[in-house]
């Protein structure tokens, strides 16, 4: 049988790549850390570390170890979420991750009605393009611009977005409001750089508008800064739709130019099924897009 402790001071010096800095997060002293490292070298007959003055450098045995390591103390966090989970309050942790777009636009602003009701949550909000792995608990729970691919995670669909052309009304009385693409030419045009990580139907959208001799652009590597540009007046910007909700002064260009359905997703691990965390979080979105459709079809109405 290894031993647990020093499997675990192991860890934190592959993770710190120093005895020292890992002492200092184990509250042990150097030659403390030293002595357990050389102790399991010992039972393991291996080498773990290449030494040397700049830190430590794990060895290929070591790279080994620190990988179970590693797996270990996801599914260490995994269940202890799970005992947590299992009193009646919801505190703790939620490690929630979606789009630099999406959360900084929409889920952001909506975030005080979940901690009206779960004060003592503690939410950590990821905002990347890039899709963290939910099995390996990179993350707790996504919100998604497609439908996840791995087997064992559960997702469920929360709505649809669409690219669209917006501007402010000062912009359009003094340069114009196109009525055709051939008029956009004469427009400045404001959207995310096709390199940039985005969805491909906001890319492939920008591509098409780009065909059309655009006299001038602004190309920004989120949706927040193409926001904020529009909303100051500087040109026609392409912006998911959800942005009119809270922006109403923003008004539609060509709305009959806009990108493919674009499906947005929550999802988490199978492990996760009974976290009372994730059940708020999942009550919270899916109440907020009931209300988001309820407030849309009640305006179409008008």
């Not at 009605?113 to 949550?121: M, W």
């Amino acid at each position: 049988m290894m031993d647990w402790d020093k499997l675990r001071i192991f860890h934190a010096v592959a993770d710190a790549g120093s005895l020292t800095h890992a002492g200092e997060t184990l509250h042990l002293s150097q030659s403390a850390v030293s002595r357990q490292i050389r102790a399991l070298e010992d039972s393991l007959g291996s080498t773990l570390f290449h030494r040397h003055a700049r830190g430590l450098i794990l060895t290929e045995q070591g790279e080994l170890l620190f990988d179970a390591t590693t797996a270990m103390s996801k599914r260490l966090e995994a269940a202890a979420a799970r005992i947590r989970d299992s009193v009646e309050e919801v505190f703790g942790e939620l490690r929630v991750t979606t789009t630099t777009g999406f959360g900084s636009l929409w889920l952001a602003k909506r975030l005080p009605i979940l901690y009206e009701r779960y004060p003592e949550l503690r939410i950590d909000l990821m905002l990347s393009e890039q899709v963290l792995d939910l099995p390996m608990r990179e993350a707790d729970v996504a919100i998604r611009m497609k439908e996840p691919s791995q087997a064992d995670l559960i997702r469920l669909r929360l709505m649809s977005v669409r690219m669209q052309l917006y501007a402010v009304q000062p912009y359009l009385d003094a340069q114009g409001t196109p009525t055709s693409l051939d008029d956009l030419g004469e427009h400045r045009l404001i959207c995310q750089n096709t390199t940039t990580a985005q969805v491909s139907a906001g890319a492939r959208l920008v591509q098409e508008l780009m065909t059309h001799k655009i006299r001038s652009t602004l190309t920004v590597n989120n949706y927040f800064g193409v926001l904020q540009t529009v909303l100051n007046g500087l040109g026609i910007g392409v912006l998911p739709d959800y942005v009119t909700e809270d922006h109403p002064q923003l008004v539609r260009v060509l709305p009959n130019i806009e990108s493919s359905e674009v499906p947005v997703f929550l999802a988490y691990p199978e492990e996760l099924r009974a976290s009372r965390r994730i059940a708020a979080f999942r009550e919270f979105i899916t109440e907020q897009i009931t209300e988001k459709r309820q407030r849309e079809k009640d305006t179409s109405g008008l």
